[in-house]
């Protein structure tokens, strides 16, 4: 596929989309759930919410509380969010700092590294119980990937690197460009949630194709004038897209003071690039911050996102530090996206889309996902 004179020449042959059913279906979002979801690794947090010890944080990850705790030996561990005496949730509040976790229910509580440590108003079982391994929390597995914080709840999940990386690999071609910018190094400063009707994979869809850009997105296509065209930087390895020549940086007003990521080469000035990270994360790579989206299936036709803006530390603590103008491009994107894809929910039902749509060429690097869904709960690709 190539330009002429501002054109797609899209010599190719249509696609299809998925059936309509892969859309609403609450079997097929349980097949999804247990054999996408809870195999995959989810991003769950960034590694400085837990950088000392006795800090915690609590979340939800396909249905189960997780618990994330730094130890006193600095070492950070993952466990299910349950008291193993009678079930109760161990800590309710979002993040805290404590020496011992202690179930508010009966008092029974846990080292940091999820060893049971005390049980009150006992005796001879005490002894029992007490650093018994099978009475400690529930270990899951995480890891942390360029700071940030993954689970993975099954019991033998492929590596971090494995599922991650080489997505990487595959949208640059190496693994440099993306790790210059060093998201390790960043801490956000403005999160925004959206509740979304529609199926996560719409979302995903939406978000890997550019096709829709003039036609919803006058301020995206604005600052990334190449996006006009209806291709996006996904749709090639190593693709990135220019600012408009008078645009400074990627924010609604075009202007910008702020310094490149400390990382960052020449040739990353005024540039974008995004990044799909299968299954649930968005990456958007810009010169002076990261944006990254997590898709949180509730079921078949709700979808929650999670939209954090990342900046360099030593900006935010500045007196001047605005990410308004910022925030704002993105998420004005954000909502022209959402209800987009409310308007393809809501006819995913309709006999008209049972046997699903087309692609044209501009878009069928989206074929790969549905490749990638259909191989992975067992279904033919046809």
């Known amino acids: 596929m190539v330009m002429e004179h501002g054109l797609v020449n899209d010599k190719g042959k249509l696609e299809p989309t998925l059936k309509g059913e892969l859309y609403t279906s609450s079997d097929i979002f349980k097949l999804e759930k247990d054999h996408i979801f809870s195999k995959s690794w989810s991003l769950v947090a960034f590694e400085y919410e837990i950088a000392e010890p006795g800090q915690y944080i609590t979340t939800r990850v396909e249905g189960e509380n997780i618990l ?49 440590v005390g049980v009150p108003n006992t005796s001879h079982c005490r002894e029992e119980l007490v650093h018994n391994e099978n009475y400690g929390l529930t270990s899951v597995h995480i890891e942390v990937w360029h700071g940030m914080v993954w689970v993975n709840l099954s019991d033998n999940p492929i590596s971090v690197e494995y599922q991650l990386d080489t997505q990487i690999f595959d949208r640059f071609g190496e693994l440099y460009t993306f790790a210059r910018y060093e998201i390790q190094n960043l801490k956000s400063a403005h999160r925004e949630e959206y509740e979304v009707e529609a199926n996560w994979k719409l979302i995903v869809e939406n978000f890997q194709e550019c096709y829709h850009c003039s036609s919803i997105h006058p301020e995206l296509t604005a600052t990334l004038p190449e996006f006009r065209s209806g291709v996006g930087t996904q749709s090639s390895v190593g693709g990135g897209a220019k600012f408009g020549d008078e645009l400074e940086a990627f924010s609604i007003s075009g202007k910008g003071s702020r310094p490149m990521l400390k990382g960052l080469l020449p040739e990353d000035d005024r540039t974008y690039f995004g990044i799909t990270v299968l299954p649930l994360v968005f990456i958007n790579l810009t010169p002076d911050h990261v944006i990254i989206h997590r898709i949180i ?50 006819n995913m039902s309709s006999k008209s889309y049972k046997e699903g749509g087309i692609l044209v060429p501009i878009e069928q690097h989206v074929s790969h996902f549905y490749n990638y869904v259909l191989e992975a709960i067992g279904m033919k690709i046809e």
Request: glycine share 6%; proline share 5%; net charge negative.
């Open 68 to 116: 994330i705790t730094r130890g006193k030996d600095h070492v950070l561990r993952g466990f299910l969010n349950v008291c193993r005496h009678r079930g109760a949730k161990l800590c309710s509040q979002a993040s805290g700092k404590a020496g011992v976790i202690r179930c508010p229910y009966h008092s029974w509580s846990y080292s940091l590294d999820g060893d049971l």
């Open 297 to 346: 299936p509730i079921s078949a036709e709700r979808s929650k996102v999670i939209c954090e803006w990342l900046f360099d530390p030593e900006e935010m603590a500045k007196p001047n530090f605005d990410p308004k103008d910022s925030v704002e491009l993105f998420h004005r994107v954000n909502l022209q996206d959402f209800e987009a894809c409310e308007w393809c929910q809501e």
